[in-house]
């Protein structure tokens, strides 16, 4: 049931313990005790809103980067990878497969700012071997969401 559960909660996390556990048919006591021990547990990290910065007008510069590291002796990325992600600009983190090792999503208010992240904080953290670096231009889904209602598709009429 818990995987049920954190399936309803992932596309509606304001969604009531009565209407989960009308979903789920149980009570809306035991959703609560659920979600408690899931919080606990640390399976449920965190509650977030998903904002459309542009018609919030908030602006900002979104990028990510590439990192090739050395991994350490004793913790291999581990280490590195937990230092990284300190820092109050780095909103994702991520071990890699492929041509580089960790994928870092990052977010400043400029692009000066951003800029100066990645040259003065994370390039000059010894075991960054490289960094590559790709601004965000637009986005079009985050999360599973689509940030426009999706168009339907309006066909031309044939006529004979």
């Known amino acids: ?8 909660l992932e596309d509606n996390a304001l969604a009531t313990p009565e209407t989960l556990a009308a979903q789920l048919q149980t009570t809306p006591d035991d959703i609560k005790v659920r979600i408690k021990q899931l919080e606990n547990d640390r399976v449920i990290l965190a509650y977030k809103a998903i904002v459309d910065d542009e018609r919030a007008k908030r602006t900002s510069v979104k990028a990510v980067i590439e ?27 991520f071990l890699m497969s492929g041509g580089f090792d960790l ?3 990052i977010e400043g208010k400029t692009l000066q700012e951003v800029a100066g ?12 071997l490289s960094t590559a670096t790709h601004f965000n231009l637009k986005t079009y889904k985050q999360q599973g969401v689509l940030r426009q209602k999706p ?6 009429q044939v006529s004979p």
Request: glycine letters at 6%; one cysteine or more; hydrophobic letters at 40%.
């Open 1 to 8: 049931m818990n995987d049920a559960l954190l399936s309803l």
């Open 151 to 156: 168009q339907t598709e309006e066909r031309l």
């Open 67 to 93: 990192v090739r590291v050395t991994p350490e002796r004793e913790g291999g990325f581990d280490k590195l990878a937990h230092r990284i992600a300190q820092y109050r600009e780095v909103h994702s983190c």
């Open 117 to 128: 992240f990645v040259s003065e904080k994370l390039s000059s953290l010894p075991g960054v």
């Open 103 to 105: 994928l870092v999503f």
